[in-house]
């Protein structure tokens, strides 16, 4: 599976932004695509996931309402639609699959995107 994220850029605080992870190659060998994060200085961090077949979705604490997770199969593309956003949003932003996803943990995927940077002015 190979994972291409894109949609990142610099927004101000109250902002909007649609990031999107497109993915290719053997895509029934992974059935969670999930969103993660990392500030520098910080570790990697959850912050949304789907399922491809079924429609369970979760999202971090922090996302509180802010973020929407969605994809369309016909484009094999997954969306982490961010509104509100906030200074504390700024980071690298990470879309992966995995096949077998009990956690939160980034271990638990297999399949990792390049990452897109999302800056956020105050």
């Known amino acids: 599976v190979q994972l291409q994220a894109s949609g990142g850029g610099l927004v101000q605080a109250g902002g909007s932004l649609r990031l999107s992870c497109a993915a290719s190659?053997?895509?029934?060998?992974?059935?969670?695509v999930g969103w993660f994060r990392q500030a520098p200085g910080k570790e990697r961090e959850f912050v949304a996931r789907?399922?491809?077949?079924?429609?369970?979705?979760e999202y971090a604490g922090f996302v509180q309402g802010r973020f929407i997770i969605s994809r369309d199969d016909a484009k094999n593309t997954v969306y982490l639609q961010m509104n509100s956003l906030k200074p504390e949003d700024t980071a690298v932003y990470y879309c992966?699959?995995?096949?077998?996803?009990?956690?939160?943990?980034?271990?638990?995927?297999?399949?990792w995107g390049q990452g897109t940077q999302v800056t956020v002015s105050s």
């Open positions: 992966a699959a995995g096949v077998w996803v009990t956690s939160y943990s980034p271990s638990d995927y297999t399949y």
């Open positions: 190659g053997r895509t029934s060998s992974s059935n969670t």
């Open positions: 789907i399922t491809w077949r079924g429609d369970r979705r």
